[in-house]
T-cell receptor
Framework: KAGVTQTPRYLIKTRGQQVTLSCSPI?????VSWYQQTPGQGLQFLFE???????NKGNFPGRFSGRQFSNSRSEMNVSTLELGDSALYLC????????????FGNGTRLTVT | AQKVTQAQTEISVVEKEDVTLDCVYE???????LFWYKQPPSGELVFLIR??????QNEISGRYSWNFQKSTSSFNFTITASQVVDSAVYFC??????????FGKGTRLHILP
């Protein structure tokens, strides 16, 4: 079974631009969640999607948004990029919403200059 | 509020030594799940173990063992006879009723040859 696939692996953007990150979950997994990882803040939950609906949201500004498609693939969008948005963005999938372990992708490394 | 504390930021041990990674959590929920994940240098987080709040049995898997104690709100992870391949960042995580997952800041483990 193929794992969680995130594209692109690396991205360099300038302040003020917007960016879209993509995540393809493991086949059959319906829950997709996103995390931001930085050296200072660690791993922080962004949001979770299940059956195309956002089920949970972390404490991030509205510039961070996402969506999930009918095939469970998910995209995350960050608008009006700030230097502080530079981070590793990780996507994880699981079969359901509750206590199932998360399966993570390799992440997208976003650098904002 | 829910919280996961991994007080050890970084640990270095010599190969074949035993090492314990500490995790202390806070939650008011009676039903919750605790997890450990490993993040090797490649970046992809790998699930190690899940434990629910009603199961206080300790678990052993090869060189890995976990000690869950509700009385002290701790879920510690021990690696016996450590190997260089165990070098990674290890995260403890808590997921409870509202389904948000909270990660600790992680412990970076260096196994020296």
């Amino acid at each position: 079974k193929a794992g969680v696939t995130q594209t692109p692996r690396y991205l360099i953007k300038t302040r003020g631009q917007q960016v879209t990150l993509s995540c393809s979950p493991i086949s059959g997994h319906r829950s997709v969640s996103w995390y931001q990882q930085t050296p200072g803040q660690g791993l922080q939950f962004l949001f979770e999607y299940f059956s195309e609906t956002q089920r949970n949201k972390g404490n991030f500004p509205g510039r961070f948004s996402g969506r999930q498609f009918s095939n469970s693939r998910s995209e995350m969008n960050v608008s009006t990029l700030e230097l502080g948005d530079s981070a590793l963005y990780l996507c994880a999938s699981s079969p359901d919403r509750h206590n199932s372990p998360l399966h993570f992708g390799n992440g997208t490394r976003l650098t904002v200059t | 509020a829910q919280k996961v504390t991994q007080a050890q930021t970084e640990i270095s041990v010599v190969e074949k030594e035993d090492v314990t990674l500490d995790c202390v959590y806070e939650t008011r929920d009676t039903t919750y799940y605790l997890f450990w994940y490993k993040q090797p240098p490649s970046g992809e987080l790998v699930f190690l173990i899940r434990r629910n709040s009603f199961d206080e049995q300790n678990e052993i898997s090869g060189r890995y063992s976990w000690n869950f104690q509700k009385s002290t709100s701790s879920f510690n992870f021990t690696i016996t006879a450590s190997q260089v391949v165990d070098s990674a960042v290890y995260f403890c995580a808590l997921r409870s009723r509202d389904d948000k997952i909270i990660f600790g800041k992680g412990t970076r483990l260096h196994i020296l040859p």
